[in-house]
């Protein structure tokens, strides 16, 4: 059984900077594509960044140059580090990630519980 457990989200003013992290924990053989999805509040879940095993990212435009995705393979863990928050990033930030786990073959696409962002203004 493999869990994503995220952290790091919480209330900032306009301006202000958070780091998101998440960790795959269990029988994990190896961790592929790892990323951030956010849902804000009547709306659709989705992407904002996107790292593959080899460290290639793909970031959105409306978060490029504010938002920074890192991954540390050792660990199993994606960080997004956000600068320079707006009103407009408040969503329920989710972490994904395409995992191969021990004694399977391929991967299998897991979901983090979600942790809450709010910026004010």
């Known amino acids: 059984q493999v869990q994503l457990v995220e952290s790091g989200g919480g209330l900032v003013k306009e301006g202000g900077s958070l780091t998101l992290s998440c960790a795959a924990s269990?029988?994990?053989?190896?961790?592929?594509?790892m990323g951030w999805y956010r849902q804000a509040p009547g709306k659709q879940r989705d992407l904002v960044a996107l790292?593959?095993?080899?460290?290639?990212?793909n970031v959105i435009d409306s978060v490029k140059g504010r938002f920074t995705i890192s991954r540390d393979n050792a660990k199993n863990t994606v960080y997004l580090q956000m600068n320079s928050l707006k009103p407009e990033d408040t969503a329920v930030y989710y972490c994904?990630?395409?995992?191969?786990?021990?004694?399977?073959?391929?991967?299998?696409?897991?979901w983090g519980q979600g942790t809450k962002v709010t910026v004010s203004s």
């Open positions: 269990g029988d994990i053989y190896r961790t592929e594509a």
């Open positions: 994904n990630a395409d995992v191969v786990p021990r004694f399977a073959f391929g991967s299998t696409e897991y």
């Open positions: 790292i593959r095993s080899g460290g290639s990212t």
